[in-house]
């Protein structure tokens, strides 16, 4: 074979393999193995389009058209040991991944990205299991697929606006930036610098739908989508409103839930104690208990499930009502019997249709929450509903009491004055006022600083 040797010196320096293989092409005929050097010669021009590619396409670009012309999944599964096939393919798939994830595969050139490849730090993905979940990223899950994909909280508010930031006005043909700007923040930017903003909140745009794209193809067969009430929307489209219109409802599981095919649901496991907190964390007095809900006394626990039924009401309501299914699901994980889940689910009715029904009123609100969380004087605040009117800018501490005169027990006046210092320290300037919705649907209003009676 006429390449099989090494090749000769030539003053005093001797050939790249590359140049041989290169040479290949014009010396078959001459060879005395054409069978082999035709293999050679055909692997040397595929090395050379893929040199073209790397030189002339980002990496990422360059890799997929590797891929595709050398069918290299295919090649490596069938070299590769049966118990290494899974990982090989998910490393290979990971590199595709993150030539586009890299520096968001901008300006990125195949010398950065063996550069950035070399400096370590990236982790290869592990070969997914059968019958496994797997928690990625979207940028995670790029090149990956799955039967099922499911999207969690496709619903969320928009980021709030950035300050302290900087824009860059860089043209990717021209050798330096056209403007370089300070921005303190972005609710309120110079007039120079107006429509350079929002040319990057359009890109901004943009890459979010790019971002849905990749979600939307990783699924081979089917896709889920879940979210929860927002505390406010912004004006762009979110992800579940842009393909509710295409998807369909699935209806809400039954209360008792399906058998998990392989799990014996008498089994049991042990999980590991946590160590304890030194000095120890102090939880407000409605936090959620760490322990078993049915481990409490039985007014505890009903209060409890109140607070959860109160907790699934949207805002806007737009025709919510509670069913079986709610009381059923409050009577399991609050141990509950049904004379007490009845109870419950009707007192909460005579809640959402009392005084404070305007707190669920999206029209006259400019802001809203359930189960809002502040942290103030060590403590975890958890506000049962937080909700600023739109008329007047006042913001509403709401608390839902199960007893019917909350106003005349002192530690429950404290509590929730506890919780007006702490929003006040997070709104300044700001006027909050607090109520009591009792059992009677009724709106009690508590003076801050007012002396208890």
């Known amino acids: 074979m006429a390449a099989s040797g090494s090749a000769p010196h030539e003053r005093g320096q001797r050939s790249l393999w590359w140049d041989v293989l290169q040479a290949l092409p014009t010396r078959i005929e001459a060879s005395d193995d054409p069978v082999t050097d035709g293999v050679l010669a055909e692997a040397a021009a595929r090395l050379a389009r893929w040199r073209e590619w790397l030189a002339g396409l980002p990496p990422h670009d360059a890799l997929a058209a590797i891929y595709r012309d050398g069918d290299v999944l295919a090649r490596y599964a069938a070299a590769v040991p049966a118990r290494l096939r899974e990982q090989v393919l998910?490393?290979?798939?990971?590199?595709?991944?993150?030539?586009?994830?890299?520096?968001?595969?901008?300006?990125?050139?195949?010398?950065?990205?063996?550069r950035a490849l070399k400096a370590g730090g990236i982790r290869l993905p592990q070969a997914a299991?059968?019958?496994?979940?797997?928690?990625?990223?979207?940028?995670?899950?790029?090149?990956?697929?799955?039967?099922?994909?499911?999207?969690l909280d496709t619903?969320?508010?928009?980021?709030r606006p950035e300050s302290m930031g900087v824009l860059v006005d860089w043209p990717g043909e021209a050798a330096w930036p056209r403007r370089f700007v300070f921005l303190a923040s972005e609710?309120?930017?110079?007039?120079?610098?107006?429509?350079?903003?929002?040319?990057?909140?359009?890109?901004?745009?943009?890459?979010?739908?790019?971002?849905?794209?990749?979600?939307?193809?990783?699924?081979?067969?089917?896709?889920?989508?879940?979210?929860?009430?927002?505390?406010?929307?912004?004006?762009?489209?979110?992800?579940?409103?842009?393909?509710e219109p295409h998807a369909q409802p699935l209806p809400a599981p039954g209360p008792t839930g399906g058998r998990v095919a392989g799990v014996d649901e008498d089994a049991s496991c042990e999980l590991p104690e946590l160590p304890v907190c030194t000095?120890?964390?102090?939880?407000?007095?409605?936090?959620?208990?760490?322990t078993n809900a049915a481990d409490g006394d039985d007014r505890t626990r009903f209060g409890l499930a109140l607070h959860r039924l109160m907790q699934w009401v949207p805002t806007p309501l737009e025709g919510f009502g509670w069913g079986d299914l709610h009381r059923q699901a409050v009577a399991r994980e609050f141990a509950l019997d049904a004379d007490q889940a009845r109870e419950a689910l009707a007192m909460a009715r005579v809640m959402l249709e009392g005084e404070a029904a305007w707190a669920w009123d999206a029209t006259q609100l400019d802001h809203w929450g359930n189960e809002v969380e502040i942290w103030a004087d060590g403590e975890l605040q958890r506000l049962d509903r937080l909700v600023r009117r739109a008329d007047t800018g006042h913001w509403w501490v709401l608390d839902y009491k199960s007893a019917v005169f909350p106003q005349h027990q002192a530690e429950l006046r404290a509590q929730l004055r506890r919780y007006h210092r702490a929003l006040s320290l997070a709104?300044?300037?700001?006027?909050?006022r607090l109520a009591f919705i009792?059992?009677?649907?009724?709106?009690?209003?508590?003076?801050?600083?007012?002396?208890d009676p």
């Open 279 to 290: 000095p120890p964390l102090r939880a407000s007095a409605v936090a959620l208990p760490l």
């Open 90 to 114: 998910a490393s290979l798939r990971a590199l595709l991944a993150h030539s586009l994830a890299q520096d968001g595969g901008r300006y990125l050139t195949a010398y950065r990205f063996v």
């Open 129 to 151: 299991q059968t019958g496994a979940v797997r928690l990625l990223t979207i940028h995670g899950a790029k090149g990956l697929e799955a039967h099922t994909v499911l999207l």
């Open 438 to 451: 009792n059992a009677l649907g009724q709106l009690i209003e508590l003076a801050p600083e007012a002396s």
């Open 187 to 243: 609710k309120s930017p110079p007039a120079c610098a107006e429509a350079l903003l929002t040319a990057e909140q359009q890109a901004r745009g943009l890459e979010e739908l790019n971002a849905l794209y990749v979600a939307l193809t990783r699924a081979e067969s089917r896709i889920v989508v879940s979210s929860v009430q927002p505390h406010q929307r912004g004006s762009a489209p979110t992800w579940l409103q842009r393909i």
């Open 155 to 159: 619903d969320a508010a928009p980021p």
């Open 427 to 432: 709104r300044p300037g700001d006027t909050v």
